[in-house]
């Protein structure tokens, strides 16, 4: 158990918001969340907000890299063109966002305010989910952190396409039930390279954030099972949309 996380517990370059437990009740957990490709921290500060879960600091991050002059930041290493559906390709190489990351969890959370890795969770959108993936990849090959929810996101391609013994720290995958980013063999890495790892599919097809309480709820029972707090999840919160 840590204290609640400051501003000043992180490096200036890093923007980010930090909403307190409900209450402003001692955290148990810290949730950190990651937005998508091209977007800021704002909508994933209204987001922690909503979900009012106890006992947990809630981080909104914010990407390093603006995206040209678009307004929003993204978390690739570069822009990289997708010639085959014309936009942007998510798998831009996460160096740069893996020390941030980094930076973030093992100096600030772990290091300043006292928190173990089991007590932190990510929860990433897009580009934000492949982030959080590689993380955990890429700095808890043996550790446990309390879960990573990837909303309509797998791996990066750099990867590993699977490993001996498997990540202890539990993955839940939401995505649409077709034109998803979240491919068949999307899945099957995940599941090569994670020992937990849970896949739900909106009863929709397309990519987005959850919309309504049928697939917000998933989300909010994987963070029931996985929060540590003697209060539990209120079940008011499953009616977030974001």
């Known amino acids: 158990m840590g204290r609640l996380p400051k501003t000043d517990d992180f490096p200036a370059s890093v923007k980010l918001n930090i909403v307190p437990p409900p209450n402003n009740n001692p955290p148990t957990n810290t949730l950190l969340l990651l937005h998508g490709l091209g977007d800021t921290n704002t909508p994933f500060t209204t987001l922690a907000s909503q979900l009012n879960l106890p006992e947990t600091a809630c981080i909104s991050l914010q990407g390093p890299n603006p995206l040209l002059d678009l307004g929003g930041f993204h ?26 990351l980094k930076n973030v969890v093992q100096e600030g959370l772990v290091g300043k305010c006292g928190f173990k890795e089991r007590e932190i969770l990510l929860l990433g959108f897009g580009q934000g989910g492949m982030a959080a993936l590689n993380y955990a990849v890429t700095h808890h090959p043996t550790k446990e952190l309390g879960g990573i929810i990837s909303i309509a996101s797998g791996l990066p391609s750099s990867a590993p396409a699977s490993l001996d013994p498997k990540l202890p720290t539990p993955v839940l995958i939401c995505a649409g039930s077709s034109e998803s980013a979240v491919t068949s063999t999307s899945e099957d890495k995940l599941k090569r390279v994670f020992e937990h790892v849970e896949v739900k599919r909106y009863r929709r097809p397309g990519d987005s954030m959850p919309s309504n309480r049928d697939e917000m709820l998933p989300v909010m029972q994987f963070l029931s099972r996985r929060l540590r707090s003697v209060k539990g999840v209120p079940e008011g919160a499953v009616e977030v949309g974001a």
Do not use: H, Q, R, Y
């Open 75 to 100: 978390w690739g290493d570069d822009i990289i063109f997708d010639s085959t559906n014309g936009g942007l390709d998510s798998d831009a190489g996460f160096a740069k966002t893996t020390e941030v």
